[in-house]
Structures are given as structure tokens and as C-alpha cells.
């Protein structure tokens, strides 16, 4: 009895901070007062449910290409909100993926009423690949309300992921096929790397 | 008379059916640019199993004619081919799958890919050359999910994969690539 209520005691002390814990790779790739301020918003996107892969992803990302702590945490704190923004817009039940999606296709300008009008169209099959492909079309220059309605015309058809992803494959196709003169690549920025 | 027309009705369609076989078969691009890729990669450094020849030949032979079993069977019964109903069910247990990335970096000494599948690490994935033009390839095995990632070309420029959508915007200025694994 004694010893099972040490244990006990013991757990409530190290359950706080093991999710409190850094992540040791912000730590091994961030300078310490980046890394801890990014681990902040780490902590409370976890208190809220929300996905933390994402975020430290992001954070890995500016390191590696070089960012200053400033922008590393300003971009990280920018995901958060998004994904903040996609659990209001789809719902508790969303899934990581859903929500991870979400967040992509509002930071490429798409409106909630999009992902809601795809939700009613997909009850009880996944919305990532449908959103990430709405998301892509816009990226490639297609007009936001063009691309809702062919991929709501698909969803509406209850079409498979991988038609989705065709269809973004083949707009991809035409389009580049149509701006041949356009140079394929995109002139790289040269930040420095941060090794 | 009738005889003649009719001659005349085959002609036209044996004629029409030569022309349809012989009109060559149009790939995507993309996926047969990959597809040759992954050969030149097989080529370049995979050896072949010891004696694996004959056994080869026998389970290729093998796996044909079960997939054409396969095939016939299911025809009926779903509209989609067998490996887009083999992939749908890969993807429906999450299970990882190969994915072939390539670039055309020809004056290029090294090539690196960096993104959420190796926490951006420049030196966990460096790409190899292939052939003499100048095209790096790396096969990844990622489950399926949403990959954002770019090129770094002898550790000091990022160049997006023109195979692949752009990101919606880049936080950190380098030119970043969407790849959606299903």
C-alpha cells in the first residue's frame, strides 16, 4: 500500500514534465532561447489537442534553411493558428492529417466554407487527400473557386483519393504544358545553411 | 455488290484498329521519367541475386499469370484496375511505399534532399547520380501523408522539385515542394 502510493506520487511529479520536456530536436538544432520558445508553443498547441509533429517540423525547417530565431518562432506560432483555425472549421473529430491539410489550405488563401462545403460532401471518409489537393491546385495557379468546384464535383461523385490526386496531376500537367516557356524551376534563394 | 461493301466496312475497321495499335502509348511524364529513373537506378548500383536469373524468370512468370488470374476474376466485380485496388489497400493500412524523387542537376558536384520525412536534415538523404546527364534520383519509403521538402544542391543552393506541386508559400525563403503520398 505504502509503495503503491509512492509510485503514485511519483507519477503525478513526472507526468508534468515529461510533456513538458524539449524535444531533443529543437534542442540539437536550434539555439536555446529559440528552441525554448518554440517549445512553449509546442506545449499549448498540445494542451489544445492540436498536432505538434507539424510544428517542429516547421521549426526544423527554418533551422536548416538558416532563419533567425525570430522567424523560426513567428512561422511556428503562424502554424499553430492555422491549425487552430482548421479544428474550427472541421471539427474536434478531425484527424492529424485532416488538420495538418487544413492548416495548409488557409495559409494558401482558401476559405473555411470550402472545407465545410467538402466535409458535408465526404461524411465518414478522410478529407487530407482531397484538401491537400485543393490546396496544390491553388498553389499551382488555379482560381481558388475553379478548384473547389472541381475537386466538391469529385467529392460529390464519391471518388477515391487517388482520383484526386490525378486530376491534380494532370492540371499540373496541362498548365506547365501551356507555360512551357515559363523556366521549369524557380529560381532558388540562397539562404545560408545552418549545419 | 454487297460483297464489295462489305470487304470495303472491314477494310476500314481492320484499318482503323492497325492505326490504334500502332499509336504509341502516352505516359504521364512524371511517372515515366521515375519509372526510368528507378530502372537506371537498378542498373547503376542493385546487383542481380547470384543464379537469380532462371528463379527470376519463373517468378516473374509466375506473378503474371496469378495477376492475370487475379484480373479476370475480379473484372466484374470492381471497375478499377487490380494495382490501383493493390495501392488503395497499401494506403488503407498506412504501410510505407516507395516514392523515386530525381532532379536535373547536371553541372552539380552533390545533391541533398531536405523535409518533414528526415527532419530536414541535409546530410540524411544525399541523392545519386545516374547515367551522364545529370539526373539525381533516391528512392524513400514514406507512409502515406503530406511531405514538404527541397533540393540542396552542393550544400549551398535549395531548388524546388519541378516534378511536384509548389508549397503554398515559404516561411523561410527557399523554394519548397509538396509531395502527397496516398
Known amino acids: ?195 | 455488290m454487297s460483297g464489295d461493301r462489305d470487304d470495303r466496312i472491314h477494310d476500314q475497321l481492320l484499318q482503323r484498329a492497325v492505326e490504334e495499335l500502332r499509336r504509341p502509348v502516352q505516359l504521364d511524364p512524371v511517372v515515366e521519367a521515375r519509372a526510368l529513373d528507378q530502372i537506371r537506378i537498378e542498373a547503376a548500383g542493385w546487383p542481380a541475386a547470384p543464379g537469380g536469373f532462371r528463379w527470376g524468370a519463373w517468378i516473374a512468370g509466375a506473378a503474371i499469370a496469378a495477376g492475370l488470374l487475379l484480373a479476370v476474376v475480379f473484372r466484374e466485380e470492381d471497375p478499377y484496375p487490380l494495382a490501383t485496388r493493390t495501392a488503395r489497400a497499401a494506403a488503407a493500412a498506412g504501410e510505407a511505399r516507395p516514392v523515386y524523387l530525381r532532379l536535373d542537376a547536371p553541372a552539380s558536384s552533390r545533391v541533398a534532399v531536405v523535409g518533414d520525412f528526415n527532419d530536414w536534415d541535409p546530410s540524411a538523404t544525399p541523392l545519386r547520380l545516374i547515367g551522364k546527364g545529370g539526373v539525381w534520383a533516391v528512392e524513400l519509403r514514406l507512409k502515406p501523408g503530406r511531405y514538404h521538402y527541397t533540393f540542396l544542391i552542393d550544400g549551398r543552393r535549395w531548388q524546388g522539385d519541378p516534378s511536384e506541386p509548389p508549397a503554398a508559400g515559404s516561411d523561410f525563403g527557399a523554394p519548397l515542394s509538396v509531395l502527397t503520398v496516398i
Open chain 1, 1 to 195: 500500500m505504502h509503495l503503491r502510493r509512492i509510485v503514485g506520487l511519483a507519477l503525478l511529479l513526472l507526468l508534468p514534465a515529461a510533456t513538458q520536456a524539449q524535444d531533443a530536436r529543437l534542442a540539437g538544432r536550434l539555439d536555446s532561447a529559440t528552441a525554448a520558445s518554440v517549445q512553449q508553443v509546442v506545449d499549448s498547441a498540445r494542451r489544445a489537442g492540436l498536432p505538434t509533429e507539424p510544428l517542429v517540423q516547421k521549426a526544423l525547417e527554418g533551422g536548416t534553411l538558416g532563419a533567425s530565431g525570430e522567424r523560426i518562432v513567428a512561422a511556428v506560432a503562424a502554424l499553430r493558428g492555422q491549425l487552430d483555425r482548421a479544428r474550427d472549421a472541421l471539427g474536434g473529430s478531425a484527424s492529424e492529417a485532416e488538420l495538418t491539410a487544413a492548416a495548409g489550405a488557409f495559409r494558401a488563401g482558401l476559405p473555411p466554407t470550402a472545407l465545410r462545403r467538402l466535409q458535408s460532401l465526404r461524411s465518414g471518409r478522410s478529407l487530407a487527400v482531397p484538401i491537400a489537393v485543393l490546396t496544390d491546385l491553388v498553389a499551382e495557379g488555379v482560381p481558388a473557386d475553379q478548384a473547389t468546384r472541381s475537386v466538391l464535383d469529385l467529392a460529390r461523385e464519391g471518388r477515391p483519393d487517388d482520383e484526386f490526386v490525378a486530376l491534380r496531376r494532370q492540371v499540373q500537367i496541362q498548365r506547365r504544358g501551356a507555360t512551357s516557356n515559363r523556366p521549369a524551376l524557380q529560381p532558388a534563394a540562397d539562404p545560408p545553411v545552418n549545419r
